[in-house]
């Protein structure tokens, strides 16, 4: 199985409401359209705990979080901010869509989780 990355099972009940009751059309379309389908090479997971907070999806061997902004997320930008800072302090790399660029420009948006995939991969061969 993936490592712990900082799963937090307190919080396993919310995300399954998350998941199952009230995903976003735009989640649900990127689940869809990208990521269930591993058309990156990738599992996902989605509505995952980590630390105090239940990201949209996650991709555990790449460390990759991706954040799906919808109206919701109009007058938060501070706390997306803070958020952010806190799971990439993790080791997590954080990328966000607004739902809009979701439903209206998937290939755009699937170019850009594609090419942060390729710098991850291509980051992680220079290391070694």
Not at 14 to 43: H, P, V
Request: proline letters at 2%.
């Amino acid at each position: 199985m993936y490592l712990n990355h900082y799963y937090n099972k307190d919080l396993q009940e919310y995300a399954r409401e998350l998941r199952n009751n009230t995903q976003s059309r735009g989640e649900k379309f990127i689940w869809k359209a990208i990521l269930s389908k591993k058309q990156t090479g990738y599992k996902y997971l989605r509505q995952r705990p980590i630390d105090h907070f239940i990201v949209d999806f996650l991709a555990p061997k790449l460390n990759l979080i991706i954040e799906i902004d919808g109206n919701s997320h109009l007058n938060k930008g501070s706390y997306d901010r803070f958020r952010q800072d806190k799971l990439e302090k993790l080791g997590y790399q954080v990328i966000r869509f607004s739902e809009g660029d979701v439903l209206n420009n998937i290939d755009d948006v699937n170019n850009q989780i594609r090419h942060v995939i390729y710098c991850i991969e291509n980051s992680h061969l220079s290391l070694h």
